[in-house]
């Protein structure tokens, strides 16, 4: 009978070990960024303003603003949107949607296409037709490179007093895709 307590505790111990040594998987989530970018990361924390997230490639804690997050899918399927996506049926080099703007936190998350610049054109009359056509000349200049927002890092006004005004106006234009490589022959 006591023989028959060791076998049975020696094969309970024996089978027992594998259980012990199974690593436990980690599920991931999906984020979908504003930018169309998709992130397959393990989320660890969502606050009213930001998510946190551990990079499984780099294996460290990351920080995003909600703003910047169209969706998130969980590991369970559960579905969480925080923003509405952006409308990415323009045409392509169409100036008119290219969006100009001096605050850096719009730009975050997005590709650095180039540098931009512009100046008005000589028949402007006022100082407000003047910065508006050294803008919509900037605008046309990111649409040739493909992008969609334009972040201003230089304006200067010039003019004024019986002079013709000019305004000169420099920036960096972000796209949503990253810049295309030329190909060499």
């Not at 460290?60 to 990415?88: A, D, H, T, Y």
């Not at 650095?112 to 100046?119: D, M, R, S, Y």
Request: glycine content about 8%.
């Amino acid at each position: 009978m006591k023989m028959k307590k060791i076998i049975i505790a020696g094969l309970a111990l024996l089978f027992s070990i594998p259980l012990l040594a199974q690593e436990e998987s980690v599920e991931l989530d999906t984020i979908y960024m504003l930018g169309r970018r998709k992130l397959i990361v393990e989320i660890r924390n969502i606050s009213s303003a930001s998510l946190r997230y551990r990079d499984a490639e780099k294996n460290e804690i990351i920080v995003l603003q909600r703003k910047q997050i169209q969706k998130v899918i969980f590991s369970n399927g559960r579905k969480e949107v925080f923003n509405k996506p952006v409308m990415m049926m323009v045409e392509e080099g169409n100036w008119k949607t290219v969006i100009v703007t001096d605050r850096k936190d719009d730009v975050t998350g997005l590709y650095e296409l180039g540098e931009v610049n512009a100046k008005s054109s000589a028949g402007s009359r006022s100082a407000k037709s003047a910065k508006k056509s050294a803008v919509i000349r900037l605008q046309k200049k990111a649409a040739g490179l493909g992008g969609m927002i334009v972040l201003i890092t230089k304006e200067e006004s010039i003019g004024g007093f019986g002079e013709p005004p000019t305004y000169q106006v420099e920036g960096i234009a972000y796209g949503y895709e990253p810049p295309k490589k030329e190909e060499t022959n």
